[in-house]
C-alpha cells in the first residue's frame, strides 16, 4: 500500500451512472459533501422519483432525497449527454450472473459503450460495480479508448469497490474504508484527490486487479462461512445440540472467532453471485476455488433440506403434498426491499413442487415471480390466515415483524433465523416451534 499522496487539485463535479442501491446513497454523499452531482440511470422511473422529492430505497427517506434535489447540487437525467462537464465519472450498474453462472458484464460494456463517445479530455472515470480482476485493464479500458484518449494520458481510469451495506445502521457510509486503484500512478492520484475529500479513509492499493479481488475475497469470504455455519447448523440438528447457543458460547473468545449465524440460504446480488466471478475468472487460468464450489452445492442444497424438516415436523404426521405454507419475509436481508438471488425464492419453488400450497407475507415485497414465470402475489398477514396454515414459515425476520401475532396465532412455526426467542411464560404458544439448527422443539 502507498501513502503520502500529493492532493490533486480539488475535484468537485462529479456524475454518477447507476443510481440504486449503491449510487443513490453514493450521490447523496457526494452532494452532502459539498459536490455537484449528475446522476444518470436508464430507468426513467426512478429519475421522476428523485426529481419529486421521492425515495425508492429503505436507507433514504424522501426528504433526504428532496434535501439533496434543493440543495441545487444534484441534477439528474436518463440522457447522458447531462453527463458532460463532470471531471470524474463514476460507474454503479449491476454486474449479476448470467443463466450459466458465468459473469454478465453487458451492463457495464453498455455504460462504456455509451460513454466513450461523450468523453472530454481530463476526464477521471472510476469503475464501482463488483467485479472479477482484470475487468477494469482487460474490458473497460479499450472501450474507453475508443474516445480517441489514451488512459494515463489525456482520460484517467480506476477501480474502487463498493462496500456498502444496505439497511446497517451501525456504521455510516463515509467512515467505510474506501479502497482505491488505478490503471496508472496518475490515475490512481485522481481516484486518490476525490475520494479522500468524502471518505473519512482511503485505502490504496497497486493495481485495480489488486482493488477488483479485494471485493471479491471479501464476500468469497462470507460466502464460504455462511455456507460452513449452515452445513453446521444440519449438524447441530441431528446431534440434538442447540447451534445457537453453540454460536453465542465460541464468540466469547476474545480472538480467532467471527461469528456467523444460520439461516435459509445465502442471498442477494452480492455475496452468492461475486464467488462466482472470482470462480469463472480462476477457471480461465486452469485453477478452481473447492472452498466455493463446496459452499455453493451446501447453499443449493439447503431447500431441498428444509422442506423435508418442515415436513418431518408438520403435526398430524401431514405431508407436505396439500399442506398449507404461509411464508414470512422474502427478501436476501432484513428491512430491504430487494428480492435478488434470496434464498426464499428456491424454498418457495421447492415447496411448491413438493405438492404444498404456498402464500406469503413480506411488507416490502407485494409480489415475486416464480421459476415458472407466474407471479405470486403477497397476501396480508392476519391471525386468521395464520391459523389456516399448517405451517409459518419465516425466512426474513423484518425489524416490523409481528412475533406476538404471530406466535399467538400460528399451529407450526418453522423459524430458520432464530427470530422469535420464547419464553413460555412471557408468550405463551399454542402451537409448536422449530428453529433451524435448534435441535428442539417447543411446544
Ligand atoms: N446492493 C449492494 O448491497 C451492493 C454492495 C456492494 C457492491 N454492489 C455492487 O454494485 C453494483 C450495483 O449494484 P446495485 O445493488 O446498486 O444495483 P441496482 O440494480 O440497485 O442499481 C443499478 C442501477 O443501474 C441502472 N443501470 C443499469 N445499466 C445502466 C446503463 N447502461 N446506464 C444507466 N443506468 C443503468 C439500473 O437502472 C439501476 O437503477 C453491482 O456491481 C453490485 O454487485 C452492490
Known amino acids: 500500500m502507498k501513502e503520502d499522496h500529493t492532493v490533486e487539485v480539488m475535484q468537485k463535479k462529479v ?20 459536490f455537484h452531482v449528475i446522476g444518470i440511470d436508464y430507468d426513467s422511473r426512478k429519475i421522476s422519483a428523485i426529481q419529486q422529492g421521492k425515495s425508492y430505497i429503505q436507507d433514504l427517506s424522501d426528504s433526504d432525497i428532496a434535501e439533496a434535489v434543493q440543495s441545487g447540487r444534484w441534477q439528474v437525467s436518463a440522457d447522458y449527454a447531462a453527463l458532460s462537464g463532470a471531471d470524474t465519472v463514476i460507474i454503479c450498474v449491476p454486474t449479476p450472473l448470467s443463466p450459466d453462472n458465468s459473469p454478465d458484464l453487458s451492463y457495464l460494456t453498455d455504460t462504456c459503450s455509451r460513454l466513450a463517445p ?6 477521471l472515470v472510476v ?24 488512459i494515463g494520458q489525456q482520460l484517467y481510469l480506476g477501480y474502487s469497490p463498493e462496500r456498502i451495506d444496505p439497511g446497517n445502521k451501525s456504521i455510516s457510509f463515509s467512515d467505510i474504508p474506501k479502497i482505491i486503484s488505478g490503471i496508472t500512478a496518475d490515475c490512481e492520484r ?26 471479491l475475497l471479501e464476500n468469497s469470504y462470507r460466502f464460504i462461512n455462511i455456507s460452513f455455519i449452515n452445513e453446521f447448523a444440519q449438524l447441530c440438528d441431528r446431534l440434538n445440540v442447540n447451534v445457537w447457543e453453540v454460536i453465542k458460547a465460541a464468540a466469547t473468545k ?13 442471498g442477494g446480488h452480492c455475496i452468492p453471485v461475486d464467488p462466482l466471478y472470482l470462480q469463472w475468472k480462476a477457471a480461465q487460468a486452469g485453477i478452481t476455488s473447492r472452498f466455493i464450489e463446496l459452499s455453493q452445492q451446501v447453499n443449493d ?14 403435526p398430524g404426521r401431514k405431508r407436505l403434498a396439500g399442506a398449507r405454507i404461509l411464508v414470512y419475509g422474502v427478501t436476501y436481508k432484513p428491512d430491504i426491499a430487494d428480492v435478488r438471488e434470496s434464498a426464499a425464492l428456491p424454498i418457495i419453488n421447492t415447496l411448491l413442487h ?20 407466474s407471479k405470486l402475489q403477497g397476501i396480508e398477514l392476519t391471525g386468521e390466515r395464520l391459523k389456516q396454515a399448517d405451517c409459518v414459515l419465516i425466512c426474513m425476520n423484518h425489524e416490523v415483524m409481528p412475533g406476538d401475532l404471530i406466535i399467538k396465532h400460528s399451529r407450526f412455526i418453522f423459524d ?20 433451524f439448527g435448534d435441535g428442539t422443539t417447543i411446544g
Open 15 to 34: 456524475a454518477i451512472i447507476g443510481l440504486g442501491f449503491v449510487g443513490l446513497p453514493l450521490s447523496m454523499m457526494f452532494v452532502r459533501k459539498g
Open 118 to 123: 461523450l468523453l472530454t479530455p481530463g476526464q
Open 127 to 150: 469503475i464501482e460495480s463488483s467485479t472479477y480482476p482484470g475487468t477494469t485493464r482487460e474490458v473497460v479500458l479499450p472501450l474507453l479508448e475508443k474516445s480517441g484518449l489514451r
Open 190 to 215: 485522481k481516484l486518490y484527490a476525490v475520494y479522500s475529500q468524502v471518505f473519512e479513509q482511503v485505502v490504496t492499493v497497486s493495481t485495480t486487479e489488486a482493488a477488483e479481488t479485494a471485493k
Open 254 to 266: 476474545p480472538y480467532g472467532f467471527s461469528a456467523f449465524y444460520p439461516g435459509p440460504g445465502v
Open 301 to 314: 442444497s439447503l431447500p431441498a433440506y428444509l422442506a423435508d424438516r418442515i415436513e418431518q415436523e408438520l
Open 354 to 373: 413438493r405438492g404444498a400450497a404456498v402464500d406469503y407475507h413480506d411488507p416490502y415485497i407485494p409480489h415475486i415471480k416464480l421459476e415458472d414465470g
Open 416 to 435: 430458520t433465523r432464530h427470530s422469535l426467542s420464547v419464553n413460555p411464560a412471557d408468550h405463551p404458544i399454542t402451537g409448536k416451534l422449530v428453529t
